[in-house]
């Protein structure tokens, strides 16, 4: 189960460019894994935490290593979403986070993700524990 | 429960090219969600169904509804990957795809998905049933 | 020649995130068109151009027909850009527009392009003339 | 001027599919730079030059420097592309490539291309001399 942080829910504002749409008229399935990326970088420098610096100075950087997505509507060109991480939780090695993205004009739920991140180190890519510090922060 | 069809598994060869991979040296795990829309992209049209003539004849696409996927291994430039679909079934609306990418040079699984692909009309994206010699075809 | 406009230049931020980069650790080279039309589409709505608008209303869209870009020093990741339209010209169907992508932290020119937009026609994409609103905007 | 090599032209055959192609109903501009690496790719591969072999044993990358684009006419979902290279010129640190992206089943145009290649170590992206191996070989 996912624990409410006190922080949370983190929010992050991504506009629909063209590149983000295809042919269908409509944001392209798998570019909502970018833009959840995007949100989960920018909650994680929200609190401190630069993933250049944890992999220069640790050599530990984040993967995706489980994703499910759920596509309620669809995205349209030109519009702006809500990217939200509405709940964390941690393990030693993985943490999973409940996304999800919003149409920023009507609130309207567009998709619902669960992530799971697990820390590697950089070279190998083998599973290596989160650091305190950021169990910490997040 | 997933249906053996005797036309699957059905593979698809992909190449990774700088294009698909990130600064973490590995494909970017968006992009297994790309490869396996050409796998099915590649599947319907040797089952003599091609999506452009499908949208413009019947008004109808394919979008995906749920995605769910387990990264078990990076990918990395330059390899040869194929991706497979080993098992399809289809109700009125929506088909449920296992799908699977694996590494050419020694058969490693690399990322392990259910799909599932809701049948949609090309304007309003509202669900719509699925032609019956598409169901016949796949 | 290219005339210098009183709102030029216009300047918009862009942050480096994985799916931006490849394996070489640097942003994809065909990313930095992406971000240049990510700054055109922002500056056009800065001016009170709505391009989802222009093509509802008027069946006018605006397609990339030149491109000319020097690749002068790399971006990699987790790096703020900033994405310049440092001039524009204007003739009856295209738009020529100077864009340069800069470093944010030390002002390093990284990219310098030329673009050439030509308003078409949203389902023949045949030329058209840019609205004189348009014209009078930009 | 470009030599004619006996080699050229090079082409490869891709596929359009739903990622490649926006809103507008077209392949988004910047995928054809995509397209032209693949060639790119292939033509080196083809040459008996695998890249991520030189990189590991030589500490070298190719990386482009230069790109002029002349978009001539849209591809469009699922139609056959064959991607060119007609034309290579090199110099000490540099390669230039005439690309052109055809339509396959009428041949038209759809796009022109001078991509010019810089050869560079793979740490800190300084200009590096072509081996000379590569330069017999292409």
Redesign the interface.
């Known amino acids: 189960m996912l624990d409410q942080s006190p922080t949370l829910p983190f929010v992050w504002p991504v506009?629909v460019?063209?590149?983000d749409?295809?042919?269908?008229?409509?944001v392209?399935?798998?570019?909502y894994?970018?833009f959840m990326?995007?949100a989960r970088?920018?909650w994680l420098r929200a609190a401190g935490i630069?993933?250049?610096q944890l992999r220069k100075q640790q050599g530990l950087?984040f993967?995706?290593?489980?994703?499910?997505?759920?596509?309620r509507a669809?995205a349209?060109?030109?519009e702006q979403l809500l990217v939200e991480i509405s709940a964390v939780s941690a393990r030693r090695v993985t943490m999973n986070l409940q996304q999800k993205i919003i149409n920023a004009a009507d609130q309207r739920l567009l998709c619902l993700a669960e992530i799971q991140i697990a820390c590697v180190d950089?070279r190998q890519?083998r599973p290596r524990a989160i650091p305190q510090y950021v169990l910490e922060l997040v």
């Open positions: 506009r460019y063209y590149e749409t295809d042919a269908g008229g409509v392209y399935h798998s570019r894994l970018n990326e995007r970088t920018e630069e993933q250049d950087i993967a995706v290593s489980k994703a499910a997505l759920e596509y669809p349209r060109f030109n950089s890519l």
